[in-house]
């Protein structure tokens, strides 16, 4: 303990004796071990209110190397600037920093542990009393005892027998776009202010984003090769479930792999395209601003509401959702996590009728209930269910006085009997607009009211009419805990979390913390566990009961027993000072309620340690309510643990010595949260006081969100396969069977993405098809070496061609040298040992008129280039380009419109735009000619590139894939997808007008993997060069340098690409 008490001490001490002027500035790209991310760390001076603490600069225990100054931390671990309330409102600057902070990176990594892996940190060294509820005991922050480089995944304890296999997720709002986007509406990046009146930021209005971490016992573990990148340090001690004992060893071998995925809706599709938010804040929006904004959101977005699916989660019929409450549900992969589409269950799901976002299973039935709340227009609220194979009922409508409004629903019950649903004092009155107020508002006019509908005792479906039953006050519930039939008296019981109106004054725009003290004074709205008895016979309200006084939500219960009597329930404890201070949810411990005796057990997280939404998995075979584990995110804010502590700082003495004997840490370190790490932890649901069983170290962040799922294994569709087995099969396959080229040979499924292409190429005039001043004529064959389109009676197809003096000097060499040296080739180097690999370097995108007109360009001057493709989503190549601009004295603002972007080392020239870029590359590499009319500048040059790009159409070049498309139309704007990053650049032969090489070059822009493009349009002399290498021309032609690989065929490509460096690969057909 005194060692923690130490590091943690000493982590602060150097947070305050760093100077504020001279901080560390970090920017960072993913690397190729387990998704890593590479950190170079500079110095620069800037202003106090623009200081940025750093994690890597603090570190003690892995400095730099001194040979390469580099080092390796999680880019989403740097701490941000604190915001400013009067910028961003006091919610939005709240909601935007510390561990709230927008997560960027799509990761996938792996660990393996259990089994007869060597033992790491036993989970009683690193808390020796087993209990994590005291100041330091586990402490886990900069100093971390709990792993030795932040990027990597651990196991401390051990995964207990007994545990299921099955996938972990959670999901929460997530901003896409960095923070300067959510300022007060009209002042941030490109918003269109509309005027009337304001508009903040709200929590609720980000994209969701999904955090997954799955189990796998694993059968057959022999291939050590293909999962040595998985072998991280994992532990293999004793299961510590009822008491701290070491006498039963965990023999099971597992792989647990984490992942996190953005939910790729329409306006995440849109807006990221634009990059610029196209929806106007409606939560926190004032009266005056709210339907203008919502106006402006239709036309510019499609929707009043935005699409964002960021709140809670469901698995049922073979589908994983993601839901919100106002729009339908959003189908995703359950195994990989990639978006689907909009789901409607095959045109059932009326369009009108949202999808709840906490729909529930019918105890008897098994079929899941549902209600939909459209807060536009009416029917405002609908219900109905769906069986196992996804039939759904008849969607029964309850109609509403559409010119008085709505009431706001967001939970219900379904018990063996009943649908049991619930109307509190949150109402939607658009009259009130006139007034200059907000829509929606807690209303202490309105009385509660829960709705009873009688299920159909054949179907289970709610077929009655529902009845009424006034709750006689003013009340506000989000979560549910429970409902039941009373097996004696036959009355309904409900419980929940009952806050009155808690959390919508908690969470407006400003104002917001002294609205909290007030409420945490009074003491009658906070969020608390709540009993409601009601007769059915009568429709009388029997009793309503404060059950604990604990400030709670997020409560969950062993799902099995939901809709019947049920003893135990488990929720987040508040931490008020975090609200009241930092006007900041979050929860400091786990609550487990006992509700037939009134007693509680908690589990408290540790001094700067706050947990997530809590899923409780059953033991195998379990009989006991509470026989199994909860499972939870928990986040360590590290340094700023004691400075958000309200006891910690709270409680000094004359010298500014807190009472756990460490200094005060200025409020201005709070925002290094972002710094800390984050674990998945399993709690043993019989004895929470003991502490984890296991800590299971993330390899990023997992911001506060809001709900937690658990699919078992059964209820999981294998979509993927581990990626260090596919990559290692996919070389095995080519190596053993290399795809031979076949003229023209179109794949399954790929004839509607090559018609598209097509379509672009034509709109575009064939521009890269011929290489400048092509012209053919027939000659004598005088030599058999060098490629010819047709040869036939002695004669052949040659090629004329006019290239610049650099590049033809280029060529005579070539050709002097007779050893197939090619200029550009990254894969040779020259005879004194130098890389070979082109001077150009270009930034660009597929699906960019402008970028399409530079490679147009390439192709036709016959110009090797280095590509680090930037698809839409993106952030490893688009955070080396953020640097490259900053550093060549280009203001950052708008990312899309600093594509393309070149750099020529041979020149040191940089240069933003196709009209510099084109009129660059003919200037030095045609000797100063005048570009092409396809590609130069002009009238609507950059429009007509973009409409061409635009019609390639959604098409999938992918051939059968159940992964799915992440495309979204209109197409020609393409969607990163997370991979592995390759060690070298790989290296395609293609030309920028064939359909066949445009397929290639998308998947590498999809993948983003860094690529060495080598022209062969006609006329080109690589094409004899490529000839004389493989002993054929076909392009496309792909050499990866990381496997020895090369390969012809745009579908066998593309099938290796995603085999190899997708981070889910696709399972293949056999």
């Not at 959510?182 to 009146?197: A, C, N, Q, R, S």
């Not at 296991?694 to 390899?699: D, E, G, H, T």
């Not at 650049?985 to 993997?1009: D, K, M």
Request: aromatic share 10%; net charge negative; glycine share 10%.
């Amino acid at each position: 303990r005194a060692s923690s008490e130490n590091k943690l001490r000493a982590s602060i001490s150097r947070h305050d004796s760093r100077g504020r002027g001279t901080p560390s500035v970090s920017t960072g790209v993913i690397s190729r071990d387990a998704l890593n991310t590479f950190i170079e760390t500079t110095t620069e001076t800037v202003d106090d209110d623009e200081t940025q603490l750093s994690l890597d600069g603090d570190r003690s225990r892995d400095e730099p190397n001194e040979r390469s100054q580099q080092i390796y931390v999680d880019a989403d671990r740097v701490a941000l600037p604190s915001l400013a309330d009067s910028e961003f409102g006091e919610h939005a600057a709240a909601f935007l920093s510390g561990n709230f902070q927008p997560l960027t990176e799509e990761l996938t990594t792996s660990v393996e542990c259990g089994g007869d892996l060597e033992d790491d940190d036993d989970l009683l060294d690193v808390a020796p009393s087993g209990s994590f509820s005291e100041v330091f005991e586990g402490f886990v922050g900069i100093d971390s005892s709990l792993s030795d480089a932040p990027e990597q995944m651990r196991v401390v304890g051990t995964v207990p027998p007994g545990f299921p296999d099955g996938k972990f997720s959670y999901v929460g709002p997530n901003p896409k776009f960095d923070r300067s986007h959510y300022k007060k509406w009209g002042t941030g990046p490109e918003h269109v202010d509309v005027g009337f009146g304001e508009g903040w930021h709200h929590w609720f209005e980000g994209d969701g984003m999904v955090y997954a971490v799955d189990f796998e016992k694993m059968n057959d573990c022999d291939d050590g090769e293909a999962n040595a990148s998985a072998k991280k340090a994992c532990s293999n001690v004793s299961e510590k479930m009822h008491l701290n004992s070491r006498s039963n060893i965990n023999h099971t071998r597992r792989l647990i792999t984490y992942r996190n995925r953005y939910v790729r809706t329409n306006s995440w599709h849109d807006e990221l395209k634009q990059d610029k938010r196209l929806f106007a804040p409606l939560m926190n929006a004032s009266g005056k601003s709210f339907l203008p904004h919502a106006v402006s959101n239709f036309l510019r977005g499609g929707y009043f509401l935005k699409d964002s699916a960021n709140t809670a989660l469901a698995s049922y019929g073979g589908k994983m959702l993601a839901l919100q409450d106002t729009m339908p549900p959003w189908e995703i992969d359950g195994d990989s996590l990639e978006t689907k589409g909009a789901c409607d269950f095959d045109g059932q799901l009326p369009f009108y009728v949202p999808f709840t976002a906490h729909p529930k299973r019918a105890p008897d039935t098994g079929n899941l209930h549902f209600f939909g709340f459209n807060p536009v227009y009416p029917p405002h609220i609908s219900m109905g269910s769906l069986d196992p194979d996804l039939k759904m009922s008849n969607v029964k409508a309850l109609w509403h006085n559409a010119l008085q409004g709505a009431t706001f629903m967001h939970d219900f019950c379904v018990t063996t009997k009943r649908v049991v649903l619930f109307e509190g004092s949150m109402n939607i009155r658009p009259l009130r607009m006139l007034s200059g107020q907000h829509p929606l508002r807690y209303d202490q006019t309105q009385n509660a009211r829960f709705g009873f509908a009688a299920r159909c005792p054949v179907s289970g479906d709610a077929t009655g009419e529902v009845t009424w039953i006034d709750c006689g006050c003013h009340q506000m519930v989000y979560h549910f805990i429970n409902a039941w039939e009373d097996s004696v008296t036959g009355n309904v019981v409900v419980v929940g979390v009952r806050e009155d109106g808690f959390f919508h004054g908690a969470l407006q725009a400003n104002g917001t913390r002294k609205w909290i003290k007030d409420a945490f004074e009074k003491g009658e709205a906070t969020p608390r566990v709540h009993r409601w008895e009601i007769d059915p016979a009568t429709n009388e309200m029997v009793s309503q009961t404060w059950l604990f006084e604990d400030i709670v939500e997020v409560p969950r219960i062993n799902d099995a027993f939901a809709g019947v009597k049920n003893q135990f329930a488990y929720a987040g404890r508040v931490h008020e000072s975090s609200l009241a201070d930092d006007a900041q949810l979050k929860f400091d411990a786990v609550v487990k309620f006992d509700l037939d005796t009134g007693q509680t057990d908690v589990y408290e997280h540790g001094v700067g340690r706050y947990g997530m939404e809590q899923q409780f998995v059953p033991r195998q075979g379990a009989v006991d309510e509470d026989d199994g584990w909860l499972v939870l995110y928990v986040h360590d804010e590290a340094a700023c643990a004691v400075a958000c502590d309200e006891f910690a700082c709270a409680e000094s003495d004359e010298n500014g010595v807190n009472g756990v004997g460490l200094p005060q840490t200025p409020r201005s370190l709070c925002d290094t949260a972002a710094t800390g790490r984050s674990e998945c932890v399993i709690l043993n649901a019989k004895d929470l006081r003991g502490g984890p069983v296991a800590r299971i170290a993330l390899p990023s962040r997992v911001p506060y969100g809001a709900h937690a799922h658990w699919t078992p294994k059964e209820d999981e569709v294998k979509t993927t396969v581990t990626t260090g087995n596919a990559s290692a099969a996919a070389a095995r396959r080519v190596a053993e069977n290399p795809p031979k080229p076949k003229m023209f040979a179109v794949a399954e499924g790929t004839l509607g993405a090559l018609a598209g292409t097509a379509v672009t190429g034509l709109l575009r005039g064939a521009s890269g098809l011929f290489v400048n001043g092509w012209r053919p004529w027939i000659g004598l064959d005088t030599n058999k070496n060098q490629y010819a389109f047709v040869r036939l009676f002695g004669g052949r197809f040659v090629e004329a061609r006019k290239l610049g003096s650099r590049r033809e000097m280029e060529i005579a060499e070539e050709e002097h040298d007779g050893s197939g040296f090619v200029f550009g080739d990254a894969l040779s180097v020259d005879d004194d040992g130098n890389s070979n690999a082109p001077s150009l370097l270009l930034y660009e995108r597929e699906g960019c008129g402008e970028c399409k007109r530079v490679r147009e360009t390439l192709s036709m001057l016959d110009l090797a280039c280095h590509l680090r493709p930037c698809p839409l989503g993106a952030t490893k190549h688009r955070k080396l380009l953020d640097k490259a601009l900053l550093a060549n004295g280009f203001v950052l603002e708008n990312k899309n419109k600093k594509l393309p972007y070149l750099e020529d080392a041979s020149t040191g020239a940089a240069l933003v735009g196709a009209d510099a870029i084109v009129g660059y590359l003919y200037d030095e590499y045609l000797d100063g000619s005048a570009p092409s009319p396809l590609v130069r500048s002009g009238f609507l040059a950059n429009l007509r590139a973009q409409f061409a790009a635009d019609a390639r159409g959604a098409g999938d070049g992918s051939g059968p894939n159940p992964t799915g498309a992440l495309r979204k139309g209109p197409s020609g704007a393409y969607y990163a997808r997370p991979s592995t990053t390759p060690t070298k650049p790989l290296q395609l032969w293609a030309y920028e007008a064939s359909p066949f090489c445009s397929l290639v070059r998308e998947t590498l822009s999809e993948l983003e993997i860094p690529y060495v493009l080598m022209p062969c349009a006609r006329g080109s002399p690589r094409r004899t060069a490529l000839q004389n290498r493989t002993g054929t021309f076909q392009v496309p032609y792909l050499e990866d340098p990381n496997t020895g690989c090369g390969l012809f065929e745009s579908s066998e490509i593309v099938r290796y690409l995603r085999a190899s460096y997708q981070a889910t690969p696709p399972v293949e057909k056999a």
